[in-house]
């Protein structure tokens, strides 16, 4: 089981996203803060969970947390002010509507732009340690999957309800065959583009 926070004695929440390597959509980032007595032995990174079991985790996690949000950067933005920037915009935009307001963020990964004067801790693979990171990224996970199978219905030619927006050999084809559509990131190689592969 993950650890249930970092700081016992503060509000925490995490944060984490998805969508920050595709080709196509938004980034989508949450935060998450969690009850100090609730545990969950199912939950962790969201990349390691069966879309089934994804599903059913987002809408428990939902009703447990204390406060939870999803924010979304789409495609324009993050060719605007390029990805890491806009992954970090979305983290704070989820954080701005929490209530109660955290004391303390954990982030995963190894980048964020200071919050106001809350303190914070980037934490690598914080997936897979705590869970109200891994809270977030099943919930940042399952809302972007679904707003990828929605804009799918638009543009069938990528396979977005399968590869989510990733460079997938089918998906780079078919910009090669169709062109560019309007939720594809410009600032992206998005013909030749080597992408880690992590939907």
């Not at 595709?22 to 069966?50: C, H, W």
């Not at 732009?113 to 869970?131: E, L, V, W």
Request: glycine share 6%; aromatic share 12%.
């Amino acid at each position: 089981m993950l650890k249930p926070y970092l700081y016992r004695n503060m509000t925490e929440a995490g944060c984490d996203e998805a969508g920050r390597g595709a080709l196509a959509g938004p980034v989508v980032a949450a935060a998450v803060i969690l009850p100090k007595r609730y545990r969950n032995e199912l939950i962790d990174d969201s990349k390691k969970l069966t879309p089934g079991l994804r599903e059913t985790l987002r809408y428990e996690i939902m009703e447990a947390a204390l406060s939870w949000y999803v924010a979304f950067v789409d495609n324009n933005e993050i060719d605007s002010m390029n990805i890491l920037r806009a992954t970090i915009k979305a983290m704070h935009c989820a954080l701005d509507n929490l209530d109660p307001k955290p004391e303390f963020i954990i982030v995963d990964g190894n980048s964020f732009f200071k919050y106001g004067d809350i303190p914070h801790k980037t934490i690598i693979d914080g997936d897979a340690q705590y869970m109200s990171i891994a809270a977030a990224s099943i919930l940042a996970k399952t809302f972007r999957d679904e707003y990828m199978v929605k804009i799918h219905q638009e543009y069938p030619a990528y396979g977005w309800d399968t590869n989510k927006g990733y460079a997938t050999a089918r998906h780079r084809q078919a910009i090669r065959e169709n062109g560019f559509t309007p939720y594809h990131r410009r600032s992206f190689n998005l013909l030749d583009a080597q992408m880690i592969i992590d939907f």
